[in-house]
Every structure is written in structure tokens, then in C-alpha cells.
């Protein structure tokens, strides 16, 4: 998907809520589990620590690459460490950024439930937290049933307008396959309590029918976002539905693409009756430059180097500058397949 560079402000960031947890709470009349609003101006050095998950990762590999390069523009030390998938170890890095005296941390986190203690942690050792692509909240662990004040500010991609893009390419894609709809069936694979993965699941699915004027029949699987477990969980699922004769497969991310594709195409499917969309492309490009038939059929590309970049410069404007972070600020996405990925600037290590 392309869409324009975008920042949404909320009321809480105005009102600045924005998250620079130091020791007093917001003036709304929260309790000092709140997010803070007094406006930072550093006038010593700046250092950052990016915590991310699964940090061995294409995306986070590249949203690395673009934070290390924006901190050597600005002059700023910066660290980043890889979670994998221990949400522990997200507690334990943030109290190092406190103890280490950084200035701020932006936090990709394994598991949102840590949140509250993160925040808890960020303000009661006066370090600045932000988030990148997943949301976390300041007072409960779950971000869905979160007030979206009490949300901490985050850098990455809107949800529900990732998903409305692949789910429309998947629907146009299929009318152009001419796929009846009774012989197809979706599978919509995502890790199911990552907030930002349902919001493009449901975004997807209800775009997907927008374009295809029909109904189809819809089968969830929840896997851990990995291409192997959703190769796994889905191989389970196609084997249960040997009737249906085309494949639709969707998800939160390229690896469930990816492992759904493998898993129907090892079933026995040919790449024709698989209409696979990633969202990150940086799988669906290995597919695409072996220049073998695939079921992965296009990809949103979503660039890790312009969020990396943005966060860093989101969380240095605060400090040094005093300027309110967004509740959420957006990079800029763009759809590709194998006819134009090469010139679109997707990286495929």
C-alpha cells in the first residue's frame, strides 16, 4: 500500500499526556499511574535504548538499521537490544536504560500485558518511553480494552489501513481470477492477542469483501507470528477443508503468508489456486526473485527503516525540543508484487 505520511495528534498528546513518565501525573486528574505532560528540554547528551522484539526479524533488521542512522544524523547515542520473544527481558532492559542513565527508550514489546510495568518503571526512573508498532497501555495489559488516553504514544503503521489494503488487493485479485465462491476459502492467520495484528485482521477481512462484491468463507488461526507455526496451524486447517478448491491467505504479517503459502502448496496445490498478500514483503520477495511460480501473489511493503527513524526523531524532538509526541504517527506504505517490488525499494536479504 502508498499512502501520504501522516501524524494524528489526540487530545492526549495535546494536552501532553505524551509520556515523558517522570514523577507527577497529568493534570486531568489522573493518579500518578498517568502519563506525565511537562514538556522536556535536554540540554546535555542524548541517549536512546530500542528495545525490540523478535529483533532477528527482516522488518526489525531494517527498523534498526533506520534508528542507527537517524541517531548519527542527530548526534545522538543509541542502543539497540533484541527482546526475541521474552517479555521479561523487556522489564529487565528497561531497568538497564534506567540504571545507564538514558534520556529515553522506545519499546517494541513481546508481550503488551509488561506494559504497565514498563510505564511504571520509565517514570519512576524519569527515562521517556515510547512505543514502536505495538501499542501498549500505561494501566492494564491489554491495549483493546484500553482508553486511548491511557495509551502510550506510538510510532509504525495504522492498523486498519495496512489491512484495508491487502484486503482490497485480495478481493480484486480474486474477481480477476474468476474464482467461484463457494470453492474458496480464506484463511486469516495472526497472532490473536497483538492488538495492532487483529486491527488489520478485521480491516482486512471487512475490505476484502468490499472488493470482491461476495461472501467467502473465512477460517482464523491464531499462531505466534512465526512462518513455521503458521505452517503448521495451517497445514491442520487445509487438511480439515480437502474440499476447497482455491486459497485465499491473509494475516498480520509476511510470515503468516508465507508459512500459509507453504503449507497449502505442500498440500498439493498449485501456486494458481493460492492467493497469498504479505504484509512486510521482505518474504514475499525471496518468493518473487527466484522467478518460480508462488501462491504469494503481492505484498504490502512496509518499510522498518522509516519507522526506526521516526521514532528516533519523534522521542529526540520531545527531549531536546519540548515538542509533545503524537498519540500515533504513521509511516508511509506501498503494495507491490513481482512486477515492481525491485523498483518499489524493497530489500530482500
Not at 50 to 59: M, T
Not at 270 to 292: F, I, P, S, T
Amino acid at each position: 500500500m502508498s499512502w501520504t505520511h501522516r501524524r494524528r495528534w489526540t487530545s492526549a498528546a495535546v494536552c501532553g499526556c505524551a509520556l515523558i513518565l517522570a514523577a507527577t501525573a497529568c493534570s486531568s486528574g489522573k493518579d500518578s499511574g498517568s502519563p506525565d505532560s511537562g514538556p522536556q528540554h535536554s540540554t546535555g547528551a542524548i541517549s536512546l535504548v530500542y528495545a525490540q522484539k523478535q529483533g532477528d526479524q527482516e522488518y526489525f533488521i531494517n527498523e534498526a538499521d533506520g534508528a542507527k542512522a537517524k541517531a548519527k544524523e542527530l548526534g545522538i547515542d543509541l542502543r539497540v537490544v533484541n527482546l526475541g520473544n521474552d517479555a521479561n527481558k523487556a522489564v529487565t532492559e528497561l531497568q538497564n536504560a534506567v540504571n545507564q542513565k538514558a534520556s529515553g527508550v522506545i519499546a517494541v514489546v513481546p508481550d503488551p500485558s509488561v506494559g504497565p510495568q514498563l510505564v511504571q518503571l520509565a517514570k519512576t526512573g524519569g527515562v521517556a518511553l515510547l512505543t514502536s508498532d505495538d501499542q501498549v497501555c500505561v494501566n492494564g495489559p491489554e491495549p483493546a480494552s484500553c482508553a486511548k488516553e491511557n495509551l502510550v504514544p506510538r510510532v509504525g503503521f495504522s492498523g486498519t489501513q495496512m489491512g484495508t489494503e491487502v484486503g482490497t488487493r485480495a478481493g480484486q485479485d480474486f474477481k480477476k481470477f474468476g474464482w467461484k465462491p463457494e470453492e474458496t476459502a480464506i484463511v486469516d492467520a495472526w497472532k490473536q492477542d497483538v492488538t495492532v495484528c487483529t486491527d488489520r485482521v478485521k480491516a482486512n477481512q471487512k475490505a476484502f469483501k468490499d472488493a470482491a462484491g461476495v461472501d467467502v468463507k473465512v477460517i482464523e488461526v491464531g499462531t505466534d507470528n512465526t512462518p513455521s507455526d503458521a505452517q503448521n496451524k495451517i497445514s491442520a486447517t487445509v487438511s480439515g477443508n480437502r474440499s476447497v478448491k482455491n486459497w485465499i491467505v491473509m494475516g498480520c504479517n509476511d510470515e503468516n503468508v508465507s508459512g500459509g503459502v507453504a503449507a497449502i502448496q505442500n498440500a498439493g496445490y498449485a501456486a494458481d489456486n493460492v492467493l497469498g498478500v504479505g504484509l512486510g514483503a521482505y518474504l514475499a520477495c525471496k518468493e518473487w526473485r527466484g522467478g518460480k511460480p508462488t501462491g504469494f501473489k503481492a505484498a504490502l511493503f512496509i518499510n522498518g527503516r522509516d519507522v526506526g527513524a521516526l521514532a528516533v526523531q519523534t522521542l529526540y524532538d520531545y527531549l531536546k525540543n519540548g515538542k509533545a509526541m503524537p498519540a500515533e504517527a504513521f509511516a508511509s506504505t506501498t503494495m507491490v508484487d513481482a512486477t515492481n517490488w525491485q523498483q518499489s525499494g524493497v530489500t530482500c536479504n
